[in-house]
């Protein structure tokens, strides 16, 4: 009975202190990040491109506003909207081997009309994140489902601009045009 008590206390012990840990700073990890569809690395001249932006956070997401409700200016590329309409959701998702909230916040579908290298513009977010925070009473940190107050802290945070680069679609060979069927003269 006595090593019962002692592991306890123990337990009781090690939960105040991670309390009072949390509380020296707010914790909070909150970024953006701009991608392509995952394999592509560059695009072909007059082809179009899917840039999905994503937020990730290590808390719960409760509102999120685009600062720039324009479309991004691309110097020599053709930008609009792709799935304007669709409702933002939010899931549990790796990035770099760490697990976060994700919100796949927008979609671009980008077409280049010259070769080199495109810069996407960088995107700003106000996002306003939902903390859970335990009751600071020891009695309630004694049970595994302790009280806990929900209050709301707000945020900025910006992707990074994206580098595309934009490349001559090689010529397909005799032999690829015969495998594919095409008539050859």
């Given at each position: 009975?006595?090593?019962?008590?002692?592991?306890?206390?123990?337990?009781?012990?090690?939960?105040?202190?991670?309390?009072t840990?949390?509380?020296?700073?707010d914790?909070?990890t909150?970024?953006?990040?701009?991608?392509?569809?995952?394999?592509?690395?560059?695009?072909y001249?007059?082809?179009?491109?899917?840039?999905?932006?994503?937020l990730y956070?290590?808390?719960?997401?409760?509102?999120?506003?685009?600062?720039?409700?324009?479309?991004?200016?691309v110097?020599h590329?053709?930008?609009?909207?792709?799935?304007?309409?669709?409702?933002?959701?939010?899931d549990?998702?790796?990035?770099?081997?760490?697990?976060?909230?994700?919100?796949?916040?927008?979609?671009y579908?980008?077409?280049?009309?010259?070769?080199?290298?495109?810069?996407?513009?960088?995107?700003?977010?106000?996002?306003?994140?939902?903390?859970?925070?335990?009751?600071?009473?020891?009695?309630?940190?004694?049970?595994?489902?302790?009280?806990?107050?929900?209050?709301?802290?707000?945020?900025?945070?910006?992707?990074?601009?994206l580098?595309?680069?934009?490349?001559?679609?090689?010529?397909?060979?005799i032999e690829?045009m015969?495998?594919?069927g095409?008539?050859?003269?």
């Amino acid at each position: 009975m006595k090593k019962y008590l002692t592991s306890i206390l123990l337990l009781i012990a090690v939960c105040a202190f991670a309390d009072t840990t949390k509380e020296d700073s707010d914790g909070i990890t909150l970024f953006a990040v701009a991608s392509l569809p995952q394999g592509v690395e560059e695009v072909y001249l007059g082809d179009s491109v899917i840039v999905t932006l994503t937020l990730y956070a290590n808390v719960d997401f409760a509102k999120i506003d685009n600062k720039s409700d324009k479309l991004p200016a691309v110097k020599h590329a053709t930008v609009r909207r792709y799935r304007a309409d669709r409702r933002l959701n939010q899931d549990v998702a790796a990035y770099q081997g760490r697990r976060y909230y994700a919100v796949r916040t927008e979609q671009y579908a980008v077409t280049p009309n010259q070769l080199g290298e495109l810069t996407f513009p960088a995107q700003k977010y106000d996002v306003v994140l939902s903390v859970k925070q335990r009751s600071r009473d020891p009695f309630d940190s004694f049970f595994p489902f302790g009280r806990t107050q929900t209050h709301q802290v707000q945020k900025t945070c910006t992707a990074e601009p994206l580098k595309i680069k934009v490349t001559k679609r090689p010529r397909r060979t005799i032999e690829e045009m015969r495998r594919s069927g095409a008539t050859l003269m």
